[in-house]
């Protein structure tokens, strides 16, 4: 399994961070989340077409991108799996009328987020996060190796328990220590929390990202792996 960073920002954020987005390679090639510039920095960093898209919720920074992936995907003569909520699967339709790519949409399979979803030898799990709106977290596992992507939440048990023995929690940190209840009523993370969680759920290494202006103090007490543009981690 390889991990490579496409972006790691959030919505207001530097913008040489990028949206928080990440590319696994198993036996397909998986997008997860998409916000605006996202299919640029695909091939900035090199990665092939997506065999599947996992959007994680409505906000901007997470699905903005989908309408470029959309009209690439019918220049080119490709077609992508678009993976998320109801909620999720309606707002890119929406995107594509609005955008004017309604013939677009016949190059993309809507598959709605359910329990479990299998591509090839790839396992998909959800659960939900604590968000404003609604939104997932997933489990990518593959010949004996998982990771987690929490998406934006606020803490969460859920999620702790979706990322159970995994090799890679790849978590949101909006805040620093000492900023919890601002992160928290807002349906966000801290450092702090982004590391407990990783604790508590027993993983191997934590990934931070979506970060906004302020740089990320993480705490001790876990092994931490800083996102860099294009950077890769193979587990």
Same mark, same amino acid.
């Given at each position: 399994?390889?991990?490579?960073?496409?972006?790691?920002?959030?919505?207001?954020?530097?913008?040489?961070?990028?949206?928080?987005?990440?590319?696994v390679k198993t036996d397909i090639?998986?997008?997860?989340?998409?916000?605006?510039?996202?299919?640029?920095?695909?091939?900035?960093?090199?990665?092939?077409?997506? $065999?599947?898209?996992? &959007?994680?919720?409505? $906000?901007?920074?997470?699905?903005?991108?989908?309408?470029?992936?959309?009209?690439?995907?019918?220049?080119?003569?490709?077609?992508?799996?678009?993976?998320?909520?109801?909620?999720?699967?309606?707002?890119?339709? !929406?995107?594509?009328?609005?955008?004017?790519?309604?013939?677009?949409?016949?190059?993309?399979?809507?598959?709605?987020?359910?329990?479990?979803?299998?591509?090839?030898?790839?396992?998909? @799990?959800?659960?939900?996060?604590?968000?404003?709106?609604?939104?997932?977290?997933? @489990?990518?596992?593959?010949?004996?190796?998982?990771?987690?992507?929490?998406?934006?939440?606020?803490? !969460?048990?859920?999620? %702790?328990?979706?990322?159970?023995?995994?090799?890679?929690?790849?978590?949101? &940190? !909006?805040?620093?220590?000492?900023?919890?209840?601002?992160? $928290?009523?807002?349906?966000?993370?801290?450092?702090?929390?982004?590391?407990?969680?990783?604790?508590?759920?027993?993983?191997?290494?934590? %990934?931070?990202?979506?970060?906004?202006?302020?740089?990320?103090?993480?705490?001790?007490?876990?092994?931490?792996?800083?996102?860099?543009?294009?950077?890769?981690?193979?587990?």
């Open positions: 399994m390889e991990v490579y960073v496409v972006g790691y920002g959030g919505w207001i954020s530097q913008p040489q961070l990028g949206y928080t987005s990440i590319f090639n998986l997008l997860i989340d998409s916000g605006e510039c996202t299919y640029i920095r695909m091939a900035q960093c090199g990665l092939p077409w997506p $065999h599947a898209v996992f &959007v994680s919720h409505r $906000h901007g920074d997470h699905i903005l991108g989908i309408p470029t992936l959309m009209l690439m995907a019918r220049k080119q003569g490709r077609r992508f799996s678009l993976i998320g909520s109801k909620e999720v699967l309606e707002a890119a339709r !929406s995107l594509a009328t609005i955008t004017g790519i309604e013939n677009a949409l016949q190059y993309v399979e809507f598959m709605e987020a359910q329990q479990e979803i299998v591509i090839g030898a790839t396992k998909l @799990r959800f659960t939900k996060t604590r968000h404003p709106v609604e939104t997932l977290a997933v @489990r990518v596992e593959h010949g004996g190796r998982c990771l987690v992507y929490s998406s934006d939440t606020a803490p !969460s048990d859920d999620v %702790m328990e979706l990322a159970r023995g995994c090799d890679l929690l790849i978590h949101e &940190v !909006s805040g620093n220590p000492g900023q919890e209840e601002e992160a $928290h009523r807002l349906g966000h993370s801290t450092t702090r929390d982004a590391v407990e969680i990783a604790k508590g759920a027993g993983v191997k290494m934590l %990934m931070p990202l979506h970060f906004y202006v302020e740089q990320p103090v993480m705490p001790p007490g876990v092994t931490v792996v800083l996102p860099t543009p294009c950077g890769k981690l193979v587990l």
